[in-house]
């Protein structure tokens, strides 16, 4: 083997080419049918040498066996497209997970309801107006609770008026019918007899009621034991032995006192009018000491008796 085949390391004889004419660094081949540099395949033995494989100083230096040599040439081809295709490689890899991840993101946020995605327009139209029309019937609803409640609000209050009203009324007619004590401004007439005549029962009831005609409200007569009736519109007045007076029933000795609520003012004069009953009390020889009082209690109480016969009539 000559030391030609040995330089190739291929055994055989490097078939004679074409040589590129040299000239300066970076300018292209001046003849007509030279290859484009871009076109050369980087894989082909005649294509620009790779920096790693420099061609060795001293012929004498290369690898004296065949298989040495082959080894030596198959890897300087292949490593260095074999490290780009890597690198390319691990970018795409990194480009398609990034891809990936972003759809999966955006199909996470864009489909949070599968159904309604995937509906139909009709479908659609059909839930838009059953939303539409139970929004109208719980507004209806509210609007009918609303009523009821102000209702209810208004009812409240007028049975609450009702019965202050009613309270107000029954206090009234209790005070009329001597069932309930009263007090508030008026007077004092005590009855004080002369030597000659006793205080009659016409006397006190003609005081009764020229006093109820002067707009009292309530009275109570009291004699001189501190028996004391409530005076009502069903009370009446008889003569007793030895000047005492049967009220209701119930006997009283003098003198007697009258207490009345009502108008101070307009009952003195009602009482002092002339042939009245201070004019009529003293042309017996007796005497009416009227008194007024800022605080006048009624503080007796008139039982009530059972109706047989009466009833209200509605």
Same mark, same amino acid.
């Given at each position: 083997m000559s030391d030609e085949h040995r330089e190739t390391g291929t055994g055989w004889p490097q078939p004679a080419g074409p040589g590129r004419p040299g000239g300066p660094a970076g300018e292209p081949d001046p003849? +007509? /049918?030279? #290859? /484009? +540099?871009?076109? &050369? *395949? +980087? &894989? *082909? #033995?005649s294509g620009r040498p790779e920096p790693d494989a420099a061609p060795s100083a001293d012929p004498e230096e290369a690898p004296a066996t065949e298989p040495a040599g082959r080894a030596s040439d198959g890897g300087s081809a292949v490593a260095g497209p074999w490290r780009r295709w890597s690198s390319a490689a691990v970018m795409i890899g990194v480009l398609l997970g990034l891809l990936g991840f972003t759809l999966a993101v955006q199909l996470k946020t864009t489909s949070t309801d599968s159904s309604l995605t995937a509906a139909r327009q009709e479908d659609l139209v059909r839930i838009l107006y059953d939303l539409e029309a139970r929004e109208i019937r719980l507004r209806q609803d509210i609007a009918a609770l609303e009523e009821s409640q102000r209702q209810l609000r208004s009812g409240e209050q007028g049975r609450q008026a009702a019965l202050e009203e009613a309270t107000r009324r029954a206090d009234e007619l209790g005070i009329l019918a001597g069932t309930l004590p009263a007090r508030g401004p008026g007077l004092a007439v005590r009855f004080q007899a002369g030597a000659a005549k006793p205080i009659s029962a016409s006397r006190v009831l003609d005081a009764v009621q020229e006093l109820r005609g002067a707009g009292a409200e309530a009275m109570q007569i009291s004699g001189g034991d501190r028996a004391t009736v409530r005076i009502v519109a069903s009370t009446y007045f008889t003569n007793g032995e030895n000047g005492s007076l049967i009220v209701d029933g119930r006997r009283l000795t003098g003198p007697f006192t009258i207490t009345v609520i009502g108008d101070p003012a307009t009952m003195r004069t009602a009482l002092s009018i002339p042939g009245g009953v201070v004019a009529s009390v003293a042309g017996d020889g007796g005497n009416v000491i009227v008194e007024e009082r800022e605080v006048a209690e009624v503080s007796a109480l008139h039982v009530p008796r059972t109706l047989e016969h009466s009833r209200p009539v509605a």
């Open positions: 003849r +007509p /049918d030279a #290859p /484009d +540099p871009d076109e &050369l *395949s +980087p &894989l *082909s #033995p």
